[in-house]
């Protein structure tokens, strides 16, 4: 998997200071199971260190200016933006993960100001409003929402999720694979969002015969906007209890037990999701519940990223 990184994150020395914003999560963490493929459109025109620049909001059109002397340099990093965009679109990418608050990278964290210098509100950087322009539907990110348990347990999830779908694109499937594609997926799709996971249930159920390119189409259009919604406790909490359901005649009355009070621990946040899980899924092994064990939500990115284990990564 290949996910754009802003290249100050990953330790490279691009800043307008000649310095970095080395982000461990992203190198030593998710590096472990992706390609970090680094961009900077400032330092691509005006090398490092450079002067800092500002984005200002001159009558709704925004202008860059360098902060020493206000020389409009728009035109110059437009087109620094513009060598990164078609640097990366060589890429087949599956995310970016953007710095926060810079004039280029931010995501709708960046500060805009008025010709004055006084601070107007926020927007995005001119390169991650290009980026998001020309691929909509890629997990886009900054590192600063990353730090939280929530925000990163959600993304890496999407990330993994829109991989698995760009695979499985890439394999030109037919009818069985994406019908096997979607089932494993369920659960997932549940605790993400219940009509985006009906919906692509009707699309793979194909009620209006449709040629399967379109109706490829129509499902990777739901698919990839059901998986950037976020979880909640609410929904997970149904998940849980659906896949406990499958169990309902082996269980033994422990069993149930342990596995019921464990899902009512979790839905009042004493327990992280990883608890009832784990059941879960030693139950499914145990039982041989081969719909189950096929889950992606039981594992939706290797286990090693612990993102589960933290109370706060369920809202
Ligand atoms: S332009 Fe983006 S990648 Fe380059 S230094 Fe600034 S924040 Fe980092």
């Known amino acids: 998997m290949n996910i754009a990184v802003s290249g100050c994150l990953l330790g490279e020395k691009v800043r307008y200071d000649g310095g970095d914003k080395h982000d461990l999560f992203i190198t030593d963490e998710l590096g472990k199971f992706a390609e970090l493929v680094p961009f900077c459109p400032e330092a ?7 002067p800092t620049i500002r984005l200002v909001d001159d009558k709704k059109k925004i202008k860059v200016l360098k902060n020493n002397d206000f020389t409009d340099v ?6 620094g933006v513009k060598a990164e965009l078609k640097r990366l679109k060589q890429m087949r990418l599956s995310g970016v993960i953007l710095k926060a608050r810079s004039p280029s990278c931010g995501v709708g964290t960046t500060k805009t100001y008025s010709k004055g210098g006084f601070i107007e509100g926020e927007s995005y950087g001119l390169f991650a409003k290009a980026f998001k322009e020309k ?32 695979q499985l694109k890439a394999s030109s499937p037919k009818m069985k694979e994406l019908v096997d594609f979607h089932t494993r997926y369920k659960f997932l799709l549940q605790a993400k ?41 609410k929904r997970n909490r149904n998940v849980l209890e659906h896949m406990a359901g499958f169990f309902k005649n082996e269980l033994t009355a422990d069993e149930k037990h342990t596995l019921h009070e464990q899902i009512e621990a979790y839905a009042n946040k004493r327990v992280p999701l990883i608890v009832p899980l784990s059941t879960l899924h030693l139950y499914a092994k145990k039982y041989e519940t081969e719909y189950l064990l096929n889950q992606v939500f039981l594992a939706p990115y290797p286990k090693e990223l612990a993102l589960r284990s933290h109370l706060q990564s369920s809202k």
């Open 44 to 50: 691509v025109v005006f090398g490092t260190p450079r």
């Open 74 to 79: 728009t035109k110059e990093l437009q087109k």
């Open 135 to 166: 691929y909509p539907f890629l997990p886009m990110e900054e590192e600063d929402r990353l730090c939280d348990p929530w925000f990163r347990e959600n993304f890496v999830m999407q990330l993994f999720a829109y991989d698995a779908f760009e």
């Open 193 to 233: 969002d219940e009509k985006s996971y009906r919906e692509l249930g009707n699309v793979v159920a194909n009620h209006g015969s449709l040629e399967f390119g379109s109706l490829l189409k129509n499902y990777e259009l739901l698919f990839k906007s059901a998986i950037a919604k976020k979880s909640s406790i």
